[in-house]
T-cell receptor
Framework: EPEVTQTPSHQVTQMGQEVILRCVPI?????FYWYRQILGQKVEFLVS????????KSEIFDDQFSVERPDGSNFTLKIRSTKLEDSAMYFC???????????FGPGTRLLVL | SQKIEQNSEALNIQEGKTATLTCNYT??????LQWYRQDPGRGPVFLLL?????KEKRKERLKVTFDTTLKQSLFHITASQPADSATYLC?????????FGTGTSLTVIP
C-alpha cells in the first residue's frame, strides 16, 4: 500500500541553524500539507500546497518557514533560523485530487537546543 | 475565537463496552468533519468522514454523528477492544485547511 515517507525521523539542531525536513508524498497525490505537534499538544496546521504554490497557511507559518517541491517526488519544509519553540514533531500529509482525506507520514521529531 | 474541544482528555472503558467521544466546535462552518486515530509517536490515521448534510456514518464498529445545529460530532466505538486504545482526534475541514482538536486518549481495559 502506498504511503507517505519522511526523513529524517529525528533531527537535533542548534538554535539559529537552518533545517530542511523532507517528505515523499503518495505518488499520484496533488495536495500536500505540513503540520506540527508540540509534545502533548494538538496537531496544528502549518501550510497546504497545490499546483506548485501555497494554497493556504496558518499564522504559525511565518517568514522563517518555506516549502518547496524541488522535483516530482519530494516536498520539503525549511525552517530558516530555528528557535527553541520550534521543537516538535512535524508531519507531512498528502491527498489525492478526488479524495477528501489525507494520509500522514510518520513524522520528523525536531529538537532545537 | 475559533475553538474545537474534545471530551475529557482521557477516557477509560471496559472491553466490550461502547466508547463515545465528543467533538464540539465554535465559530467554524466546516464543510465536513473527520475522525483520526493517533498512536504514540505516529502520524494520525484517517478513520471516518462525515459531511455537513449527513447525520450519521458507519464503518464496521465505528459510528459518527454530526449535528451542525449543536456544532457537535459524536464518535462511537462499539464492542471495544484493548487494541482500540489510542488517541482519537476530530478534524474540521474548511477550504483546504484542516483544524484538529486536542484529542481524547482512550484506554480499553481487558
Amino acid at each position: 500500500e502506498p504511503e507517505v515517507t519522511q526523513t529524517p525521523s529525528h533531527q537535533v539542531t542548534q538554535m539559529g541553524q537552518e533545517v530542511i525536513l523532507r517528505c515523499v508524498p503518495i505518488s499520484n497525490h496533488l495536495y500536500f500539507y505540513w503540520y506540527r505537534q508540540i509534545l502533548g499538544q494538538k496537531v496544528e496546521f502549518l501550510v497546504s500546497f497545490y499546483n506548485n504554490e501555497i494554497s493556504e497557511k496558518s499564522e504559525i507559518f511565518d517568514d522563517q518557514f518555506s516549502v518547496e517541491r524541488p522535483d516530482g517526488s519530494n516536498f520539503t519544509l525549511k525552517i530558516r533560523s530555528t528557535k527553541l519553540e520550534d521543537s516538535a514533531m512535524y508531519f507531512c500529509a498528502s491527498r489525492g485530487l478526488a479524495e477528501e482525506t489525507q494520509y500522514f507520514g510518520p513524522g520528523t521529531r525536531l529538537l532545537v537546543l | 475565537s475559533q475553538k474545537i474541544e474534545q471530551n475529557s482528555e482521557a477516557l477509560n472503558i471496559q472491553e466490550g463496552k461502547t466508547a463515545t467521544l465528543t467533538c464540539n466546535y465554535t465559530n467554524y462552518s466546516p464543510a465536513y468533519l473527520q475522525w483520526y486515530r493517533q498512536d504514540p509517536g505516529r502520524g494520525p490515521v484517517f478513520l471516518l468522514l462525515i459531511r455537513e448534510n449527513e447525520k450519521e456514518k458507519r464503518k464496521e464498529r465505528l459510528k459518527v454523528t454530526f449535528d451542525t445545529t449543536l456544532k457537535q460530532s459524536l464518535f462511537h466505538i462499539t464492542a471495544s477492544q484493548p487494541a482500540d486504545s489510542a488517541t482519537y482526534l476530530c478534524a474540521l475541514v474548511t477550504g483546504n485547511q484542516f483544524y484538529f482538536g486536542t484529542g481524547t486518549s482512550l484506554t480499553v481495559i481487558p
